[in-house]
């Protein structure tokens, strides 16, 4: 984890920029296609703020249902206390749904939480 070579202000577009902070060192996890991984969701992960950004999330047809999850709607990430606008769902499988997600700016003004940083992940 050394990530201190030359030139590593602006890393072009492969660097995602952390949504809540504006941060840019992110780490970067892609969804395993190759079974791999049995990540199924596609994020990055904010060295600065060490919060979660998803870009995609997987659901069961049954979570499909469960959560309501349609284009424009709201998609809640209660473990980091984030909020993201759901830009398309895709089905990818007989059982299986992508969530395409886009990042809502922190709202502090409301009761989500008061930016707790008792919780040391790492
Ligand atoms: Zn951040």
Redesign the pocket.
């Known amino acids: 984890m050394t990530e201190a070579g030359p030139g590593s202000e602006s890393g072009g577009n492969a660097n995602r920029a ?1 949504p ?4 840019a060192s992110t780490t970067f996890v892609s969804r395993g296609y190759a079974g791999l991984t049995d990540e199924t969701s596609q994020y990055f992960i ?1 060295g ?4 979660t950004t998803f870009e995609l999330v997987a659901k069961s047809a049954r979570e499909m249902r469960f959560g309501r999850y349609k284009p424009g709607d709201i998609y809640l990430d209660r473990a980091n206390r984030t909020r993201y606008q759901i830009s398309r769902v895709l089905r990818v499988g007989s059982n299986e749904f992508l969530i395409y997600l886009k990042p809502l700016a922190l709202d502090e003004t409301r009761g989500v939480g008061s930016q707790t940083a008792s919780e040391p992940m790492a």
């Open positions: 952390c809540w902070c504006g941060n904010c600065a703020c060490g919060r």
